[in-house]
């Protein structure tokens, strides 16, 4: 069964340092998987999305995630985090379409933005 | 904006009581997700239709109901309300069946 596990529900960053946010994921099947970003009070927008081809993706607002298999990881990181970066973030993967293309995520991630 | 409009934005209800959410998805979506996110089950899917059908069940209690309509609109209803049932509740859209799209969500507070 798909599942996504998130290290760390808080993570807290200063302005213009590395932010790494960690996923881990568990799939029978090749994953497709995704960064959300909730912003307070918002829905989900989504970060970036790997499905097939290149293992770095890029996404928007400078964040990027590698997709690795050997170690069913898909981590997010942006080089130099900004104080409209502080949201929640979450990672999910997505069941194949003859199971319903649910999204499956993670318990989700605080990212705190220090001045 | 993601293209996906929810109706009402804030709800508050007592217990006991029978609600509905509105959802409209992107233009060309066929596919309509419901998605709850409270704090101790995180977000979690509910319900999935397709063109008027529906596709896919997630954890949706008994009594929680949803359709979709002819013109792909979909409705969430909530009978029998509890304290627990508080969340917020989001409504996605696809037309890949991979990215999904998410409207604003429906905060239902139920006192």
């Known amino acids: 069964a798909q599942s996504v596990t998130q290290l760390g529900s808080h993570v807290s960053v200063s302005e213009g340092a590395l932010v790494l946010l960690r996923c881990n994921y568990s799939?029978?099947?090749?994953?497709?998987l995704f960064w959300y970003v909730q912003y307070p009070n918002q829905g989900l927008q989504l970060l970036l999305k790997y499905t097939t081809g290149a293992t770095l993706v890029k996404g928007i607002n400078g964040f990027e995630a590698e997709f690795k298999k050997s170690e069913t990881s898909f981590h997010l990181t942006k080089p130099s985090a900004h104080m409209s970066d502080a949201a929640e973030y979450f990672c999910?993967?997505?069941?194949?379409?003859?199971?319903?293309?649910?999204?499956?995520f993670g318990q989700g991630t605080e990212l705190s933005v220090k001045p | 904006d993601s293209g996906v409009t929810q109706t009402p934005k804030h709800l508050i209800t007592a217990t006991g009581q029978r609600v509905t959410l509105r959802c409209s998805p992107r233009s060309g979506d066929l596919s309509v997700y419901w998605y709850q996110q409270s704090l101790d089950q995180g977000l979690q899917f509910l319900i999935q239709y397709y063109n008027g059908e529906e596709r896919a069940k997630g954890n949706i209690l008994e009594r929680f109901s949803a359709q979709q309509f002819p013109d792909l609109h979909s409705e969430l209803n909530l009978s029998s309300l509890e304290l627990g049932d508080s969340a917020l509740y989001f409504c996605?859209?696809?037309?890949?069946?991979?990215?999904?799209?998410f409207g604003p969500g429906t905060r239902l507070t139920v006192l």
């Open positions: 799939s029978s099947v090749p994953p497709y």
């Open positions: 999910a993967v997505i069941l194949p379409y003859n199971q319903g293309g649910k999204l499956i």
């Open positions: 996605a859209s696809s037309v890949t069946g991979h990215e999904q799209f």
